[in-house]
């Protein structure tokens, strides 16, 4: 049985920093890529970061390059994403995902206000 579990979302300033983790089993996690995508209230769930499994290269959404960084543990099964210098409009509820399936977790939020 498949299980995605987020974790360390929460309330930050803007210019803040979080670390999310997604911890998984059930699978062979160092065979497949992962994916973050957040939705905010209202709005369509996004890709926001992307890492293969294989060598561990990532891409990125333009909203977050250069702030958010995806990274992986193959030994933990668990994949991270680092958010730096947040902003409000990264305000949503993050999920992870094993890359093109169905599989998500249960989310986890994050809110960037002063």
């Known amino acids: 049985q498949v299980q995605l579990v987020e974790s360390g979302g929460g309330l930050v300033q803007p210019g803040g920093s979080l670390r999310l983790s997604c911890a998984t089993s059930?699978?062979?996690?160092?065979?497949?890529?992962m994916s973050w995508y957040r939705q905010a209230p209202g709005k369509e769930r996004d890709l926001v970061a992307f890492i293969r499994g294989a060598g561990g290269s990532t891409e990125y959404a333009d909203s977050v390059k250069g702030r958010f960084t995806i990274s992986r543990d193959n030994a933990k099964n668990t994949v991270y994403l680092q958010m730096n210098s947040l902003k409000p409009e990264d305000t949503a509820v993050y999920y992870c995902?094993?890359?093109?399936?169905?599989?998500w977790g249960q989310g986890t939020q994050v809110t960037v206000s002063s």
């Open positions: 059930g699978f062979t996690f160092s065979s497949y890529a």
């Open positions: 995902n094993i890359a093109g399936s169905s599989n």
